[in-house]
């Protein structure tokens, strides 16, 4: 039973034409994260949304944008993509409750993206 | 801004031996804690979890692990890896009261049957 899931797997785009990845969410959770995981390094954070609040890692391009249309959806649109943004792009999500208390994040597969 | 540190890239044991793997995080306040696998070609998935308590975590498939405060550290361990823990592990870290989740770069493993 998926509950975090992404689409596409894989994705293959053309040098600077826009693709958009997407995401999409069974728990009802209330914070959700675009990473972006390069060949044997750390994923690295781009942005989340805590609810409809976006927030941007200081050091993610402006070419990376994200959208979050309902608590189920997140998408993440490359605007032009280049061959350094190969990579794979993981969502996860995560609830926050209102006293403060913490769970973990939940990974989806995560969408391979090549850049030709 | 907090970071993590894993000291091992790539861990080759034998079936039986005992593991030990490294995470020290840079930060002074309260932090959650965590240990994430991923086996290959799977996504990211929870070991286990460090909010507050008994430092000594127990996870799923016999991992274990220590916060040790006093040194920044959260050690996985296991006391006799199989074959099917062969796969990646992450540390991670966030801090209390944020939402941000600050990943190691990975101890791939590999265990020879």
């Known amino acids: 039973d998926a509950m975090v899931i992404q689409n596409p797997r894989y994705q293959v785009t053309q040098f600077g034409k826009p693709v958009t990845l997407s995401c999409s969410q069974t728990l009802n959770h209330n914070v959700m994260y675009w990473y972006q995981q390069k060949s044997s390094q750390a994923p690295k954070l781009l942005f989340h949304y805590y609810d409809k609040d976006f927030n941007n890692e200081a050091d993610t391009p402006d070419n990376f944008q994200s959208r979050r249309p309902n608590t189920s959806f997140c998408f993440l649109d490359i605007r032009s993509p280049g061959l350094g943004d190969a990579a794979m792009y993981l969502c996860?999500?995560?609830?926050?409750?209102?006293?403060?208390?913490?769970?973990?994040?939940?990974f989806g597969q995560g969408t391979r993206l090549t850049v030709v | 801004a907090q970071s993590v540190s894993q000291h091992n890239h790539h861990v080759i044991l034998s079936e039986a031996a005992s593991l030990e793997l490294g995470c020290n995080y840079s930060y002074g306040g309260t932090v959650n804690l965590f240990w994430y696998v991923q086996y290959p070609g799977q996504h990211l998935q929870l070991l286990l979890k460090y909010f507050s308590g008994d430092p000594l975590v127990k996870g799923i498939k016999g991992f274990e692990a220590e916060f040790i405060k006093s040194k920044f550290s959260f050690n996985l361990r296991k006391p006799s890896v199989q074959w099917s823990d062969t796969a990646e592990y992450f540390c991670?870290?966030?801090?209390?009261?944020?939402?941000?989740?600050?990943f190691g770069t990975g101890t791939k493993l590999q265990v020879i049957p």
């Open positions: 991670a870290v966030k801090v209390r009261g944020y939402q941000k989740v600050t």
């Open positions: 996860a999500t995560r609830e926050r409750n209102y006293r403060g208390l913490d769970t973990e994040a939940f």
